[in-house]
């Protein structure tokens, strides 16, 4: 399956093991940003575990936030943040708490713990047949 590129968040699929969503732009992450997202994940029948990769500062919009926590416990079986200070910790926290909060959250500070966190949750399920 190919990678998407929003031009602020890019998600691949690790393998059949889980999406790798990488943050790689500072500023804010849009309703535009998330629809391409919500296509994409739309592909696959079922929860997907997603590893969350930071290499910005980012925010994400309130209408971002909000379909979040209405669509989050749907689409993700789980998600590993990997962690770059405290900061980052706590905004995994707020995001555990808030929009993410019907998703199984961890951090984690290396990559290896964070991926093998998430292959108890069985990996990525199978590609809807219109693909």
């Known amino acids: 399956m190919?990678?998407?590129d929003t031009g602020?968040?890019?998600v691949a699929s690790e393998g059949d093991q889980y999406l790798l969503f990488t943050f790689y732009s500072h500023?804010?992450?849009t309703?535009?940003?998330?629809?391409?997202?919500r296509k994409y994940?739309?592909?696959?029948?079922?929860?997907?575990?997603i590893l969350i990769h930071r290499k910005a500062s980012y925010s994400l919009a309130t209408d971002v936030q909000l379909m979040l926590m209405k669509e989050a416990g749907a689409r993700f079986s789980?998600?590993?943040?990997?962690?770059?200070?405290?900061q980052d910790v706590a905004?995994?926290?707020?995001?555990k708490a808030t929009y993410m909060k019907d998703v199984r959250v961890r951090s984690f500070w290396k990559k290896g713990d964070a991926i093998a966190w998430l292959n108890q949750f069985g990996g990525l399920p199978p590609k809807h047949l219109k693909d």
């Open 2 to 4: 190919e990678m998407i």
């Open 8 to 10: 602020k968040v890019q």
């Open 27 to 29: 500023g804010e992450v």
């Open 31 to 37: 309703t535009a940003d998330a629809l391409q997202i």
């Open 41 to 49: 994940l739309d592909r696959f029948n079922g929860q997907v575990p």
């Open 78 to 86: 789980a998600a590993a943040y990997m962690e770059r200070g405290h």
């Open 91 to 95: 905004l995994t926290n707020l995001a």
